[in-house]
């Protein structure tokens, strides 16, 4: 039974939803970072996401043939947390403690109504991971029934 | 007469078994309905079914050469997986219909539990002629 691979692939999915959801904490807590450098200003941070490609024909034994083919892929992973190029936000504050000999402070290249929006979007994302699970989880206990009258 | 589960139970436990399967690869398609450039992917039911009843039944023919048909290679083919053609194309590549798949999944898995039911009623039937009730 393969049941047990739907708990893989939505725990796979609500991690990966999960960390999404840190990288816009960060960002959104960080957007108002101002330092006298380039190289110090904080850059938002974005997941990569990438399917895991897996053999699911031989991880269950099933050697003759049928059922959903090898080239099937078994939940998500992230590959790696990339930091945004974008341009950096360049503003004339010279009270500002950390500006530099022109007056410029340099502000975080986040832009903050794409970070909630992203917010939204990971936690509806994580919720239908739930979903998914709760329905596996009924499933297999549906499963465990079988034969009682 | 012996009792045949094979006869006795019918389609049914092949059903569950594809329905299962079907809810492994949706769960697949909803977990990864962020990831760029993933493509959905679907099984064809009726073709999954019919290849796997085929099997179980003993139709699958023996090769004794390398130059016969692979018959067996050829149903798998058609109960492969197979991709969607997706509604909305995105600009990240992605076939992901979120409300589409999320639907999919909880008709498979009413049909689920359709099929176990029928299974399960079948070994109620089966303990019933044996305890003579």
Redesign the interface.
Same mark, same amino acid.
């Given at each position: 039974?393969?049941?047990g691979?739907?708990f893989d692939?939505?725990g796979?999915?609500m991690t990966?939803?999960s960390l999404?959801l840190n990288t816009t904490a960060s960002n959104i807590a960080n957007a108002e970072t101002a330092s006298s450098s380039t190289d110090e200003t904080y850059r938002a941070r974005k997941p990569?996401?990438?399917?895991i490609q897996q053999d =699911?024909m031989n991880q269950d034994g099933f050697g003759?043939?049928?059922?959903?083919?090898s080239?099937?892929?078994? *939940?998500?992973q992230v590959e790696g947390v990339i930091e945004s190029d974008a341009q950096l936000q360049m503003r004339y504050e010279p009270n500002h403690p950390a500006a530099n000999e022109d007056g410029y402070v340099y502000y975080p290249n986040v832009n903050v109504v794409e970070e909630m929006a992203d917010m939204m979007?990971?936690s509806?994302?994580f919720e =239908?991971?739930v979903?998914?699970m709760n329905?596996?989880k009924?499933?297999m206990q549906?499963?465990l029934?079988? *034969?009682q009258? | 007469m012996a009792i045949n589960f094979n006869n006795a139970l019918g389609v049914h436990e092949q059903a569950v078994n594809l329905r299962i399967q079907r809810a492994e690869v949706l769960a697949n398609n909803l977990a990864n309905a962020d990831t760029p450039g993933f493509k959905a992917r679907d099984i064809d039911f009726r073709a999954a079914l019919g290849a796997a009843e085929a099997q179980s039944q003993g139709l699958a023919m023996t090769r004794t050469d390398d130059q016969h048909i692979d018959t067996a290679a050829a149903m798998s083919e058609r109960a492969a997986l197979m991709y969607r053609n997706p509604h909305q194309p995105s600009l990240d590549g992605n076939t992901v219909d979120a409300q589409q798949e999320q639907a999919r999944f909880m008709r498979n898995a009413m049909d689920f539990q359709a099929s176990f039911q029928f299974l399960n009623s079948k070994f109620t039937g089966l303990s019933k002629a044996i305890t003579g009730e």
């Open positions: 039974m393969s049941l691979n739907i692939i939505a796979s999915g990966a939803q999404r990569v996401f990438a399917a =699911m003759s043939g049928w059922g959903p083919g080239a099937a892929s078994a *939940g998500v979007s990971s509806r994302s =239908m991971n979903d998914v329905t596996a009924s499933m549906r499963i029934t079988l *034969g009258s | -």
